[in-house]
């Protein structure tokens, strides 16, 4: 089964974009689009829709929108971060936001890292593969709390 990366954003063309990045950066990751912070959650929860783990299998990385209505990236991010299941799971910020008082809140949720969204498709490409690169193939994860507990309960988001 193919790794699959969970990609939280609200907006249709930064969905698009990067969907279109990995295409063209020759990425074989599947990547799961989900188009709101809830979404996400319901996603990493199984429920709804995302009920079919064959079909929606946790991911290996999860890119999250800082910027979403309802529930934001970083409330996802503590959702992941305070779910014993999930709390290894690979959570970068991807946003236009270059604020420092978001980067800073980010890494404090704990955020493995945060990116800025390029303007441009060549640069998204080229960023795409950076994080490939680095988070899924040569970084090297604990996967051992899924791995000893997959049946584990889930907190509900706050």
Same mark, same amino acid.
């Not at 079919?52 to 800082?66: C, E, I, N």
């Not at 979403?68 to 992941?80: D, F």
């Given at each position: 089964m193919a790794e699959v990366i969970l990609y939280a954003e609200d907006d249709e063309n !930064?969905?698009?974009?990067? *969907?279109?990045?990995?295409? @063209?950066a020759g990425i074989t990751h599947v990547? +799961?689009?989900?188009?709101?912070?809830?979404?996400?959650? !319901?996603?990493?929860? %199984? @429920? %709804? &829709?995302y009920g079919d783990r064959d079909k929606y299998p946790l991911p290996? #990385?999860?890119? #999250? !929108?800082?910027?979403? &209505? %309802?529930i934001s990236g970083l409330e996802v991010l503590k959702y992941i971060?305070?779910?014993?299941r999930l709390c290894t799971l690979i959570a970068v910020m991807l946003s236009s936001s270059n604020q420092d008082?978001?980067? +800073?809140?980010?890494?404090? *949720? $704990?955020?493995? $890292?945060? #990116? #800025? @969204? &390029? $303007?441009s498709i060549d640069e998204m490409v080229t960023m795409v593969k950076a994080v490939k690169d680095y988070w899924l193939v040569q970084n090297r994860g604990s996967s051992s709390a899924q791995a000893q507990n997959p049946k584990a309960e889930t907190t509900p988001a706050q």
């Amino acid at each position: 089964m193919a790794e699959v990366i969970l990609y939280a954003e609200d907006d249709e063309n !930064d969905a698009f974009l990067i *969907q279109r990045a990995f295409e @063209k950066a020759g990425i074989t990751h599947v990547v +799961h689009v989900v188009p709101s912070g809830r979404a996400a959650i !319901d996603y990493l929860e %199984g @429920k %709804g &829709p995302y009920g079919d783990r064959d079909k929606y299998p946790l991911p290996s #990385l999860a890119l #999250l !929108d800082l910027n979403m &209505p %309802g529930i934001s990236g970083l409330e996802v991010l503590k959702y992941i971060r305070t779910t014993p299941r999930l709390c290894t799971l690979i959570a970068v910020m991807l946003s236009s936001s270059n604020q420092d008082t978001d980067i +800073h809140r980010s890494y404090l *949720q $704990g955020a493995n $890292g945060y #990116l #800025l @969204k &390029p $303007g441009s498709i060549d640069e998204m490409v080229t960023m795409v593969k950076a994080v490939k690169d680095y988070w899924l193939v040569q970084n090297r994860g604990s996967s051992s709390a899924q791995a000893q507990n997959p049946k584990a309960e889930t907190t509900p988001a706050q």
